[in-house]
Each structure stands twice: as structure tokens, then as C-alpha cells.
């Protein structure tokens, strides 16, 4: 108790064994630092796979190139989107270290199926044969592959809704030294996440490639079990969250209380609540009534904005139901989630384009040149280049042009937010179109060697496809960071696991999307003259060029469509400034 009183708590927050978490002893950098570390082995352990399993299911379970494409699309996207589950449950139930841990668990189990059967051939479909035809993946074997892959992405979902913000929740942001460490904390948290990338790209890449796919999947189960008791050797640093409850509970409780009390007769007592009469129950601790009591800009809210303004009836003093019944603090919270929305949805576009670097641009690559000397590049590990660039940039920017625009512009944050995401978004543009030329003359080589219609590698370097990955891969930097900052600072204290984990959703949206305009385009393209623009025997016979087109045209599109919601947002955080 003394120790406790000499230091002070951190309202709110635990430590690992549910005791008040306590200032100068849980929290701050050094417990950040758990949390890089382990998202660099948690993003090797993923992306070793992530990165070449459509060369797995085509090459080993002899699935089409487009099936490939598409299953690698779906696996990437429902790892992502299960990221809101881990937030969900992180905010409502469990904490972000306990999210961690039983989804670690789950991906290794995951892992250990995909290992068993890459080792076991009797699991797998048999070899191509020029006596045997190719046989596709199916029955039991089919459900063994599929089973492991999907309990890998259920414990990608949970570790991506919960470490980030694990990390960003030692901070105080209450200070501006903290929240300076928090930005400076997601620009190297994107930094890590890009070393384990470099070391799956390169190594485990090669590994796969040349020595089996046992051997990879044996990698990732191995260093999603190593990450575990790294991950634990922090617990006596954290600071933990405290759960407050469903936050999806808040928001559907506004909204159905503001649709019934629209029905409700207007008198001069049915006016909207303040704070002071607020209907939630009474705190039972200091914790619950700093949580209880959020602030926006450092003042308690009496009454609601002018914003949204329909869901201030959800604040009436008498409403419809009184179970109903909403505080203003609610209504407010509720308004901040449905304006981060529109920022959201912008950025799926950027992200169905970063889903070609795993599908059709790998296997682009795997139709050039792969020689560098006497070195044969897996077209796998074409990732490389993006991967040392935002590592190279992610210090840079750190502590180099932040610094400097914070001096310019005389702000904390020096690039706000949403600037540092359209810069993203407005480089995905270019990537496309880059990817769209390259692929013109890569066909155009393919018709002067007269190799259309052959499997053999064509007479040009696949260092021609490093363009788009650069390019895509800086858009990555820039959106990434920019989102997860973005979410958690803006979002309600009790919504933020599952508002940051939206930068995970906008990725999975952004795979399925892939796999709808794959589908979409073949299907529109498709008639008696003409086939389908991405099908053919191979590769060479696909009309990739005319796709890359069309996701350029999309995300210049779907850039002014973000320009619109951007410059009318209002930040309602600390040290903020405008976009």
C-alpha cells in the first residue's frame, strides 16, 4: 500500500495479476518494447506463408491460377476481418494481454495441422505426372488444408486486434511526451512488422522453395511459439486496460433509442440530458469513474454537438423505453465512430490493390527471370524491396521529417493524420498504373520470343515488377501507421481495441474486394468472342494489363472520394491538428 500511494495508479489500468497498475512501474517504452519484438516474429510467422502459398495451392494442391489467387484472397481477408473479433472481445471481456495469448495458442495450432500435412505426402493430392493428370486438393485433404488455415487466420485476427493496441496503451496520453511516444511507438511498430517480413520474404521464402514447405511451415509454428514467453517475459511492465463493457452494445443502444424517440411527442420536459443527470449507474471505483468521465479536449460534456444532431435524441430525458435511456457522453461516442466511417471505407481500395502483390503480381514474377547471377530470386520474396524501403523510411520519418514539419507547422503531430493516409492512397494510383506498363511489356516480350503460349521463364527481369511492390509498399508505410494512430486516438476510450482493428477490417475488405472484381470482371468479360479477361492456360494468356487499368481508375476514384470526407473532418483529440 505504500508503494501504491507514494507512486500513484494508473486510473483504469491492471497489471498482469489484476492489481491496480501503478505510475513509474507499469507502462511507458520499455513495455512497448515487448510488444515490437514480438510483432516481429508474429509477422514472420505469417507472412512466411502468407507471402508464396499461391504457389503452394497451385504448384502442390494443383488449384487453378485464379482459385489460387482467390482462396490466398479470402484466407488474408478473413484473418483481417477477424481482427474485429479480438478487438470486440478486448474492449468488452478480456484484456489486450489475454486476447494475445489465446490467439498465439490458436495459430500454432493452426500452424502444426499445415505442417503435419506439407511433410506427409499421403496427405496431400499426387504429383503431376505426364501419365497421371494433375488432380485438384479435395475430401479430407481439402478439409485438413483448410482447417489449418483457418485456425491460423482466427489467431491472426485476435493478435492483430489486440498487440497494437497493447503496445499504443502504455503510453499517457494525457501528456505530450506520452502521446509523442505513442506516434513514435506505431511508426516502429510498422518498422518491426516490416523485419519480420524482410526475414519470411528472403529466408523462409528460400527455405520453402528449396528445401520444402515443411520446413516453412515448421518455421512459422516454431516463432509464433517462441513469441509467447517473449511476450510473457513483460507481464511485470504492463499496464492493462480494464474492460467496460460491449461497445456494440453503446452504439445500438443510441441508435434505436434515437429512431424510437423520434416517434415521441416534443414537450418542454422532454428535453435532452446533461452529464449531471446522466442514467448511467453510479461507479463503484475510482477506475469506473475515470472511465466514466471521458473528456474531449480536457472539458466533461453537458450537452450534445451539433453534429449528427438526429442522435441527440437518443439524450431525451424521456425516452421511448427508459432501458433506452442514453447519456450524452454516449450519444457523442456513438457520433465519433460513425464519422471515423467514411475514412474507413476509403481506404479499402488501397488495400485491394496491395492484395495483387500476393496473388497476380507473384505470379507475374514467377513467369520472368528470376537470375540475379548465379542467384535464382523466388518470386516470393519480391516483397523485399517495399520491406527494406519503409524500414529504411520508418526511422526517417520518425525522427527526421517529423520533427521538422512539427517546427514548421508549429503542431504536435507535425502531418496530421489523414494527410500522411491520402498520401498513401494517392501513391496506390501510381502503383497502378506502374503495374499496368510493366505488364504491357512483359507480354510484349512474351509475343516477340514467341513464348505466349509456353511455361518457360521469358528474357526479362523480374526486377521490372520490384516497381509496383516499391511504390505499393511505401502506400502501405504511409496508410498503415496513419490509420492505427488515427483510430486509436479518435475513437471512445472503451471502443478503441475495436476501432483500431478497423485498419485490419480495411484490409480484409480490401482482399474480398479483390476477389469480387476478379470474379466481376471475369464474368462481365466473358461471352461467345472473347474470353474472360483473367483466364487462360497460363498467365501470358490473361488480359492483367486492362485489370491494372481498372484498379487504377478505381483508386483515383476512390482518392476524391477521400479528399471529400477528409477535409470536413474535425479531430476531437488532444493535439490534433486540422487535415
Not at 187 to 211: H, P
Not at 366 to 391: D, H, R
Not at 397 to 402: A, P, R, T
Request: charged share 15%.
Amino acid at each position: 500500500m505504500e508503494v501504491e500511494n507514494q507512486m500513484g495508479r494508473w486510473d483504469g489500468y491492471v497489471d498482469w495479476r489484476n492489481r491496480p497498475a501503478l505510475r513509474g512501474l507499469h507502462g511507458g517504452m520499455l513495455a512497448a518494447s515487448f510488444v515490437l519484438v514480438v510483432e516481429v516474429l508474429e509477422n514472420l510467422a505469417f507472412l512466411a506463408n502468407a507471402s508464396n502459398l499461391v504457389l503452394y495451392l497451385s504448384e502442390y494442391m494443383h488449384l487453378s491460377p485464379s482459385e489460387s489467387a482467390n482462396s490466398v484472397t479470402n484466407f488474408m481477408g478473413t484473418a483481417f476481418l477477424l481482427a474485429l473479433l479480438g478487438g470486440f472481445l478486448s474492449d468488452a471481456f478480456f484484456t489486450t494481454y489475454h486476447i494475445y495469448l489465446i490467439s498465439a495458442v490458436i495459430e500454432f495450432l493452426g500452424l502444426v495441422i499445415l505442417t503435419v500435412q506439407a511433410h506427409s505426402d499421403s496427405l496431400k493430392p499426387p504429383k503431376c505426372t505426364p501419365n497421371i493428370p494433375c488432380q485438384k486438393v479435395h475430401g479430407a485433404k481439402a478439409a485438413m488444408l483448410f482447417l489449418g488455415l483457418y485456425l491460423v487466420a482466427l489467431g491472426i485476427g485476435g493478435i492483430k486486434g489486440a498487440l497494437p493496441v497493447h503496445g499504443a496503451e502504455q503510453f499517457d496520453e494525457n501528456t505530450p511526451q506520452g502521446r509523442k511516444q505513442r506516434s513514435t511507438f506505431f511508426n516502429y511498430f510498422v518498422f518491426c512488422l516490416s523485419c519480420g517480413a524482410l526475414i519470411a520474404v528472403t529466408l523462409v521464402v528460400w527455405i520453402e522453395d528449396n528445401k520444402g514447405w515443411e520446413w516453412g511451415f515448421g518455421i512459422s509454428t516454431f516463432t509464433i511459439l517462441l513469441s509467447i514467453p517473449i511476450f510473457l517475459s513483460g507481464s511485470r511492465f504492463y499496464r492493462n486496460k480494464i474492460p467496460q463493457g460491449s461497445p456494440l452494445t453503446t452504439i445500438f443502444k443510441v441508435l434505436i433509442s434515437a429512431f424510437l424517440n423520434t416517434f415521441m411527442p416534443r414537450s418542454s420536459s422532454n428535453v435532452v440530458v446533461s452529464m449531471a443527470t446522466s442514467p448511467s449507474p453510479t461507479p463503484d471505483s475510482k477506475e469506473e469513474a475515470a472511465a466514466e468521465n471521458v473528456t474531449v479536449l480536457g472539458a466533461i460534456l453537458e450537452t450534445p454537438s451539433e453534429s449528427l444532431k438526429f442522435l441527440n435524441r437518443a439524450a431525451a430525458d424521456k425516452p421511448a423505453s427508459e432501458t433506452l435511456k442514453c447519456s450524452v457522453q454516449q450519444v457523442e461516442d456513438v457520433k465519433v465512430v460513425i464519422k471515423i466511417l467514411p475514412i474507413f471505407a476509403c481506404t479499402i481500395m488501397l488495400n485491394c490493390c496491395l492484395a495483387q502483390l500476393s496473388t497476380f503480381s507473384v505470379q507475374q514474377a514467377a513467369t520472368m527471370n528470376t537470375n540475379l547471377g548465379s542467384l535464382k530470386i523466388p518470386p516470393a520474396s519480391l516483397p523485399v524491396f517495399p520491406v527494406i524501403f519503409i524500414m529504411t523510411l520508418a526511422p526517417i520519418y520518425d525522427h527526421i521529417i517529423i520533427p521538422f514539419t512539427r517546427r514548421v507547422t508549429k503542431t504536435e503531430t507535425g502531418i496530421t493524420h489523414l494527410q500522411r493516409i491520402g498520401v498513401g492512397l494517392f501513391l496506390s494510383i501510381i502503383a497502378m498504373v506502374i503495374a499496368a506498363l510493366v505488364e504491357i511489356k512483359r507480354k510484349k516480350v512474351a509475343t516477340e520470343s514467341k513464348l505466349l503460349d509456353s511455361t518457360k521463364p521469358l528474357p526479362i527481369s523480374l526486377f521490372y515488377i520490384a516497381f509496383q511492390y516499391l511504390f505499393l509498399g511505401s502506400a502501405d508505410l504511409f496508410t498503415l501507421a496513419g490509420l492505427l494512430e488515427f483510430f486509436f486516438t479518435e475513437a471512445p476510450l472503451n471502443m478503441r481495441s475495436l476501432a483500431t482493428s478497423l485498419s485490419w477490417a480495411s484490409l480484409a475488405m480490401g482482399y474480398y474486394l479483390s476477389t469480387a472484381i476478379v470474379s466481376f470482371v471475369n464474368s462481365l468479360t466473358d461471352d461467345s468472342k472473347h474470353k474472360p479477361w483473367l483466364s487462360g492456360t497460363n498467365l501470358n494468356q490473361y488480359h492483367l494489363e486492362r485489370f491494372y487499368w481498372l484498379m487504377c481508375a478505381l483508386s483515383g476514384l476512390n482518392f476524391m472520394h477521400y479528399l471529400f470526407w477528409a477535409a470536413r473532418y474535425e479531430y476531437r483529440s488532444k493535439g490534433r491538428g486540422n487535415v
